[in-house]
């Protein structure tokens, strides 16, 4: 049921022509749904992707809330707070505190949409931009929005299913295992990392997409996440990146 349920989805929205790409961990879907499902959609594109979900038995899943101090000080500032979002995202992934719990809906004030939907052991969940983990206190910040933009603007059908490009893939995986998995790269990520820079550091057009991507997420320390990639000493990055004076 849940394999055929993904599979109309996709179909439904591929049919409306609604532009999303699932990031990662994509490659037995639609027929074989596991856990989450992380979708990246564009941001005119929410309500309909949101709609189209529902209909076919996709529900609120309420069991999760988030906040930050960042948040709050955007509710009386929503324009500086984004602006700073849009041009300081790995500097904001430091500098921030942890405040108290406020509401998801404060996010929207960051330009930074989660939606999350649940059904049987399935759970999708959608934003409209690339988001990851502070190392202070846990809370998603957007990254450079650009970033964001390439990943709509690079991307395959793979069983009808919108993914990313192998530099797009790399370029995401790697700080989402930095921040959110606190440095951790699993099994599958390191089995997907060895693979996908297999073929993006031997490919012109893809190695040069992925530096611009570190770029706009690592800043200086990019050419560090780009050294350690050609290693694939992956294991290390988050802890060299400490070490690194300017980070």
Known sequence: MNSFRLEKLFEEVNEANIDYVVPRKHSNLPKEPKGDIDIL??????????????ALGFKTDKRRKSGHKLAIKAVKN????????????????????????????????????NIKLEKDSVDLDIRNNLAYKS????????????????????????NGVVIPTPDNELGHIIPHCIFDKKGVFSEYYLQRCNELSEIV????????????ILSRIFYDAAELVYELTEERRYQEMREELRRYEEY
């Open 41 to 54: 959609v564009k941001e005119e594109f929410l309500d309909e992707f949101t709609e189209i979900s529902k």
């Open 201 to 212: 550091l031997n490919n012109t057009e893809y190695d040069e997409h992925f530096r611009r």
């Open 78 to 113: 929503p324009i500086k707070a984004s602006k700073a979002v849009r041009n300081y995202p790995i500097k904001i992934l430091r500098q921030v505190s942890v405040g108290e719990p406020v509401s998801d809906t404060s996010n929207l004030k960051l330009g930074h949409k």
């Open 135 to 158: 190392p202070q206190n846990g809370k998603r910040y957007p990254v450079d929005l650009q970033v964001t933009d390439w990943f709509f603007e690079r991307t395959q059908n793979k």
